[in-house]
């Protein structure tokens, strides 16, 4: 995050785009460009819904049939897409926060990129829409709401953080909206995965403010300053951190203990931990950490999946 994006920087845009064939493109900065351990985390949140709230003790062949691929498929394009816009549209401010990791403008062109989110949303919308109308106008307003996040959203205080929230807790209920079982307990974790989303966002609006900053982007930091802003980011943990002690009542009143434990074990506590982390953050270092800390209380959560059928 240095003062400028001038091309003497390192890691700074190269003067012209690359126009090489498609076929000389790298594999690993393609991975790095659609977020591709982000994909596999979702395609796990997708499969531990289907198999651990929904259809729990079902055989692999009704776990994994067509429709259910069909719709991870469509949904991952969805979100591939989404990535590949937000980096066509923030070269210049990934270029400041994030110099070493460009892809687009520098390993692939903004042409060849902007094609790509085109035919990846139409793919991932088209295949829900064969599935259901309902799925396939969720992963319409997916689509739509990552380019408006791309475009504008992220660069107004709060509102970027909701849909980014919103999207993810959309991600958990779509194999509930595939089969319409009545299960409350997906219910549950789509508002925790919103809650925990909303507070690593703002995180990352702390971490990324000063490149945000000079290209007029309006983040709750640099609107509200960091002082603010982590009070804001602790309402929403300690929304959280209730949801998971109500859910760790509910699961040991019900003699899922084996769950309770995990819940304890793996997501109250460092929880906890978060908040005294962000409590005492104050520089962008701290920051990066607590966004490390979310991603790994939302993987404990995801995982306790397995020990929730029934539970909430």
């Known amino acids: 995050m240095s003062?400028?994006?001038?091309?003497?920087?390192?890691?700074?845009?190269?003067?012209?785009?690359?126009?090489?064939?498609?076929?000389?493109?790298?594999?690993?900065?393609?991975?790095?460009?659609?977020?591709?351990?982000?994909?596999?985390?979702?395609?796990?949140c997708l499969v531990l819904v289907r198999a651990g709230l929904l259809l729990p003790g079902q055989p692999a062949a009704a776990l994994l049939s067509g429709p259910f691929v069909v719709l991870a498929l469509a949904a991952l394009c969805v979100a591939a897409a989404g990535y590949i816009?937000?980096?066509?549209y923030?070269?210049?401010?990934?270029?400041?926060?994030?110099?070493?990791?460009?892809?687009v403008g520098r390993v692939v062109n903004r042409r060849r990129a902007m094609l790509a989110?085109?035919?990846?949303?139409?793919?991932?919308?088209?295949?829900?829409?064969?599935?259901?109308?309902?799925?396939?106008?969720?992963?319409?307003?997916?689509?739509?709401l990552l380019w408006g996040y791309s475009v504008r959203f992220?660069?107004?205080a709060l509102v970027g953080n909701v849909s980014i929230a919103t999207l993810?807790?959309?991600?958990?209920?779509?194999?509930?909206?595939?089969?319409?079982?009545?299960t409350s307990?997906?219910?549950?974790?789509?508002?925790?995965?919103?809650?925990?989303?909303?507070?690593?966002?703002i995180v990352k609006d702390v971490e990324d403010m000063r490149?945000?900053?000079?290209?007029?982007?309006?983040?709750l930091p640099i609107v509200w300053g960091v002082a603010r802003t982590k009070w804001v980011a602790a309402v929403f943990l300690a929304c959280l951190l209730a949801l998971v002690a109500g859910a760790i009542w509910h699961a040991g009143t019900h003699h899922m203990l084996a769950l309770a434990a995990w819940l304890l074990a793996l997501v109250l506590m460092p929880l906890l931990w978060l908040a005294r982390l962000l409590l005492r953050a104050d520089r962008r270092r701290h920051f990066v950490e607590l966004s490390r800390w979310c991603k790994g209380i939302m993987l404990a959560g995801v995982l306790s999946m397995l020990l929730a059928a029934g539970a909430i």
């Open 3 to 44: 003062p400028s994006a001038s091309s003497s920087l390192p890691g700074a845009l190269p003067p012209s785009e690359p126009t090489g064939p498609a076929e000389g493109i790298p594999l690993l900065p393609i991975a790095r460009l659609v977020r591709l351990p982000n994909l596999l985390i979702m395609l796990l």
């Open 85 to 88: 816009i937000n980096d066509y």
């Open 90 to 103: 923030d070269i210049k401010i990934d270029a400041i926060n994030r110099p070493g990791r460009l892809v």
């Open 117 to 144: 989110h085109v035919l990846l949303s139409g793919v991932g919308v088209g295949l829900s829409g064969l599935l259901s109308p309902l799925l396939g106008l969720v992963n319409l307003g997916s689509a739509l």
């Open 154 to 156: 992220k660069r107004v």
């Open 168 to 182: 993810t807790a959309a991600l958990v209920l779509l194999p509930e909206l595939q089969l319409r079982t009545g």
């Open 185 to 201: 307990s997906v219910w549950v974790y789509a508002l925790a995965a919103f809650l925990l989303t909303v507070v690593r966002e």
């Open 211 to 219: 490149g945000d900053a000079q290209h007029d982007c309006r983040t």
